[in-house]
Nanobody, 123 residues
Framework: QVQLVESGGGLVQVGGSLRLSCAAS????????MGWFRKAPKNEREFVAA????????AYADSVKGRFTIYRDNAKNTVYLQMNSLKPENKAVYYC????????????????WGQGTQVTDAS
C-alpha cells in the first residue's frame, strides 16, 4: 500500500547538522500523519517529531524542541527532518512512519514504516 524510503543519514560531528528525507509512494489516505522515530542501541524506539500532512500541525519530543524541525513538500510527497546542534544522544537509526489518523504522536498508531537511516558520530 504505502512505501516509505528514508535518506540523508550519515556521519556527523557533535554540534553539526543533518537533514533526513522520506519519500512516500502508493499513498491512498486522504488524512494522515507522518512521523519520525529513532532507535538508539540501548533505548526503546521513541517518538521524535510528527506532522499532519494536510494542516501542517507539528509535534516534537521535548528533547529535540528548538533543534529539530519537521516539514513537508507536498509536490514531492516528501517529509523532512532538519536536525541541528546534534548531540551524542541523537545518534540512532531514524525511521520514517505514517499513520492513517488525523494526528498522533503515539508509536502504536503508525502502520507504515521505512527501512531506517543511520545517524552516526564521526569519531
Amino acid at each position: 500500500q504505502v512505501q516509505l524510503v528514508e535518506s540523508g543519514g550519515g556521519l556527523v560531528q557533535v554540534g553539526g547538522s543533518l537533514r533526513l528525507s522520506c519519500a512516500a509512494s502508493g499513498r491512498t489516505f486522504s488524512t494522515y500523519t507522518m512521523g519520525w522515530f529513532r532507535k538508539a542501541p540501548k533505548n526503546e524506539r521513541e517518538f521524535v517529531a510528527a506532522i499532519h500532512w494536510r494542516s501542517g500541525l507539528t509535534a516534537y519530543a521535548d528533547s529535540v524542541k528548538g533543534r529539530f524541525t519537521i516539514y513537508r513538500d507536498n509536490a514531492k510527497n516528501t517529509v523532512y527532518l532538519q536536525m541541528n546542534s546534534l548531540k551524542p544522544e541523537n545518534k540512532a537509526v531514524y525511521y520514517c512512519a505514517e499513520s492513517p489518523t488525523r494526528f498522533t504522536t503515539l508509536r502504536a498508531n503508525y502502520e507504515y514504516w521505512g527501512q531506517g537511516t543511520q545517524v552516526t558520530d564521526a569519531s
